[in-house]
């Protein structure tokens, strides 16, 4: 045990240095180093615009992100009433893998009047809030929707999941003379779940959220059909002329930005200066596992520490005084007794420490016994 604490605090204390190494002052020393002064200055100006290029490309992305999704806003509220449009969601899962989900738009989740509802909205448990653009004005206030999948299950999601609106969808006919519409069928069927949700994806303009449909559900999900099925001609009309004007501004500041990198590799002193970027690129990667090992290494003491310790020994203590008061043991008999108890103890911590020590030194030495042991 005292050995993989070792191990871990060098490790701890390895990646504070590496770390010390790849910072910008650092980066910087190692330049100045390296470079003449002349090359020097000329890289270092030209990395300097583009930082500050690349800052108004990333402003600029975000903007065309708000304007995208306040014209989503607006397409939906259309959508309120009549007919229930097709939809497809699109997010990307914890290994970067996209997904995307055929869907039928049921309505904005302030429209359910209903305790539960109302009590998610309020309670800001959806991380819904206002956003605003850098000059301060607010562009929109974004808001959740419910939509029905085709693998029946329920969606909540805000314009950040949107990729597709499409003209088709259920009509607004009810399914018996004189029964209610699918719109309010829908969501009465919703409100009998149980509000189980299962977090999808989220961002900073609001999560989406999963949860299971009923058999009551399961016919309407088989009316949404999918996507191969519907063609760009059923697309709604979707970018309003603001999300246009972003869109252009943001495709000529990466052009932009990209240009000005051509320029910095055109230098004469980059092939020393991208020497430098490789080593800080190979020192972040060396940070990235040695991290990794330490998780790895912290995981397994906390498996070997032993757990309930203090409970172990009280169970000892009052099973010795049991079998004092019951075999009325003398003072002589107590002491062999301690003494047993004592060397029981004793081999017990010597076995814990061999054995983290093993262990320690096994899986820096050994990627199979890593993977065996994980």
Request: aromatic letters at 10%.
């Amino acid at each position: 045990m005292v050995s993989a604490k070792e191990e871990l605090e060098r490790i701890q204390l390895e990646i504070k240095h590496l770390s010390s190494e790849i910072t910008d002052e650092s980066i910087d020393r190692k330049c100045r180093e390296e470079l003449s002064e002349e090359d020097y200055t000329e890289i270092s100006l030209l990395q300097k615009r583009l930082k500050e290029e690349k800052q108004i490309r990333n402003e600029l992305k975000k903007r065309m992100e708000l304007e995208r999704m306040a014209a989503w806003k607006n397409q939906l509220e259309e959508f309120e009433s009549g007919h229930l449009p097709f939809m497809c969601l699109q997010y990307k899962d914890k290994d970067s893998i996209q997904h995307t989900i055929p869907a039928v738009f049921i309505g904005n989740l302030n429209s359910f009047a209903d305790p539960k509802i109302v009590n998610m909205v309020e309670d800001g448990s959806l991380g819904s809030r206002k956003q605003n653009d850098d000059s301060g004005e607010q562009l929109y206030y974004p808001s959740y929707y419910v939509a029905l999948s085709s693998d029946n299950s329920w969606h909540l999601f805000t314009e950040k999941w949107i990729k597709t609106v499409y003209k088709t969808g259920l009509p607004a006919v009810p399914s018996v003379e004189g029964g209610p519409l699918p719109r309010e069928t829908l969501k009465q069927l919703l409100l009998r779940e149980e509000m189980m949700w299962d977090k999808l994806a989220k961002s900073e303009y609001g999560s989406l959220l999963s949860m299971d449909g009923s058999v009551d559900t399961w016919s309407w999900s088989l009316n949404v059909p999918v996507l191969n099925s519907l063609s760009e001609d059923d697309e709604v009309e979707r970018f309003s002329q603001e999300h246009q004007d972003a869109v252009e501004c943001y495709k000529q500041q990466r052009r932009k930005v990209s240009h000005l990198k051509k320029t910095i590799k055109s230098t004469k002193g980059f092939k020393e200066f991208q020497k430098i970027i490789d080593m800080r690129n190979f020192t972040k990667e060396k940070i990235e596992r040695l991290e990794a090992r330490s998780r790895r290494l912290t995981r397994r003491i906390k498996q070997i520490e032993p757990t309930g310790w203090k409970e172990f020994l009280q169970v000892i203590l009052h099973l010795f005084l049991y079998f004092i008061k019951l075999f009325q043991v003398s003072l002589c008999e107590i002491r062999v007794i301690v003494f047993v108890l004592f060397g029981f103890l004793v081999v017990h911590t010597v076995i814990l420490t061999k054995l983290t020590f093993c262990l320690s030194h096994a899986s820096s030495s050994s990627p199979t016994f890593n993977f065996l042991i994980l």
